[in-house]
């Protein structure tokens, strides 16, 4: 059986990410870029005041505090048409582009202002030429290579991007992903259980963990443990760039998604992962025209935690390589921590277990909680992550560092 490092590098080396599209910048957040971008203008734009104060020409310092005459005033978006004179100065606002002859700006808390005489006093005698100037380009020259491909766009990328007046760019796309619940037993979440039955909670699950991790969900509903249905509502499913599934991969007289997958030409890459929960876990894919990427299939075990554990680690790498991401950065994120408790591992399958964290004296902590496993969604509530304990009937002491995977 796969090892769980060895089912991730196949999941991570089977994908590729969708072509790019271009999008408006509103509808970018978060996504990789795929384009580089140079910048086709220089910041700033003129040179600029960084202070309120006045405008005044650095030589004019050079002996004593000098005493100068306000010509004008300059707010910000105004240029002005007056040149500041020897002796001169004007009041400028931040922002406002630096007038004709000055080279300085003196903030206002440094001078003091005669309205009689029309003069300023300034409490400095010694200023250097671009004191509180910004200059044309110094932040970003004309030309100059700002972002690379594949660079993530958070806020502020946006609003470099606006200010060098791209509306539009090239960015890897979220893929549309379809949820397609399995099992006889299930009802929708508004109908009432009969005997034997219970509610469909996985798919609520499913799409929210999708949407979390920037994909676009479409769920598709249960599919009743028979060929015919599955078999419909799973053709459905690949219409979209990737199919999750949950239920149905065991070993049991009704578990048919592995055999009516393959009778969709959907090949099996691997089957069964050495891990607790989520030992079932299917992978395939169907290969399109060579012109498109293959469509990717999850089939999730269906007990809910094995659900949730196995999107976490597996199909959050699929999606992140989907959106751009190189195949170490699509790897599950994980945080060193230390164990609080002692830990009893049982049996041989390394396991993710829900796990409390802390910050405590500069480190994170985590405590293992109560579980009763892959179908005790309950007993993860109130965890945080989950830590993966992996030698075989082992106790983990108390003060062990691990690796904790947040949840979010
Ligand atoms: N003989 C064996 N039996 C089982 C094995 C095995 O290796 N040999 N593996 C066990 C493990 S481990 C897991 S995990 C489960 C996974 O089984 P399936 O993927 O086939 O899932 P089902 O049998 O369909 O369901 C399991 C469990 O989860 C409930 N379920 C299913 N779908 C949903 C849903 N959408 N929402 C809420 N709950 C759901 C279902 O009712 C079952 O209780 O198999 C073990 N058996
Ligand atoms: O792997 Mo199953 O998920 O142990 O219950």
């Known amino acids: 059986m796969l090892s ?6 196949i999941v991570s080396s089977r994908l590729a990410p969708l072509t790019p599209v271009e999008r408006h910048l509103h509808d970018t957040q978060g996504l990789l870029l795929a384009q580089t971008i140079s910048s086709p203008l220089n910041s700033p734009p003129f040179d600029k005041a960084c ?3 006045y405008a005044v020409r650095s030589a004019d310092f050079e002996q004593d505090k000098p005493v100068l005459k306000l010509i004008g005033e300059l707010t910000a978006g105004q240029v002005s048409s007056q040149k ?23 903030q206002h808390e440094l001078t003091e202002f005669n309205k009689h005489s029309n003069e300023i006093v300034f409490k400095i005698d010694e200023i250097r030429a671009g004191l509180n100037v910004l200059n044309r380009g110094e932040i970003m020259r004309e ?20 200010e060098m007046g791209f509306v539009k760019v090239q960015i890897f796309p979220p893929p549309r992903v379809a949820v397609l619940a399995t099992g006889d037993e299930l009802v929708a979440v508004e109908e009432t259980p009969g005997p034997g039955q219970i509610r469909n909670t996985n798919e609520v699950m499913l799409v929210e963990q999708l949407r979390q991790a920037g994909a676009i969900p479409v769920p598709l509903g249960i599919a009743r443990d028979n060929r015919d249905d599955l078999q419909a509502k799973i053709e459905l499913g690949l219409q979209h760039d990737m199919l999750i599934l949950s239920g149905g991969v065991s070993a049991g007289k009704l578990d ?29 894919q169907q290969n399109q025209a060579s012109d498109r990427p293959p469509k990717t299939v999850f089939g999730l075990p269906g007990n809910p935690v094995s659900s949730m554990v196995c999107f976490e680690i597996f199909v959050k790498t699929a999606l992140r390589r989907t959106m751009g991401d190189d195949a170490l950065s699509s790897l599950p994120i994980m945080v ?27 480190e994170v902590r985590i405590t293992p909680l109560d579980w009763r496993g892959s179908s005790d969604l309950k007993g993860t509530v109130l965890a945080d992550g989950m830590a993966l304990f992996s030698k075989p009937d082992f106790v983990y002491k108390a003060g062990t560092i691990f690796n904790f995977y947040p949840w979010k």
């Open 51 to 53: 202070m309120d104060g």
């Open 143 to 162: 030309g100059e290579a700002v972002f690379t491909e594949k660079t993530r766009l958070r806020p502020q990328e946006l609003a470099v991007l606006a």
């Open 336 to 362: 060193c921590a230390r164990l609080t408790h002692d830990h009893l591992h049982k049996g041989d399958r390394p396991t993710y277990w829900p796990v409390q964290f802390e910050l405590a004296e500069g």
């Open 4 to 9: 769980i490092d060895e089912a991730l590098d």
């Open 84 to 106: 500041v004179n020897p002796g001169e100065a004007i009041r400028i606002m931040t922002g406002a582009p630096i007038p004709a002859g000055a080279d300085a700006v003196v």
């Open 256 to 284: 048919l998604v592995p055999s009516v997958l393959e009778s969709l030409d959907v090949q099996e890459i691997f089957h069964k992962v050495q891990m607790k929960p989520g030992k079932p876990i299917w992978f395939g």
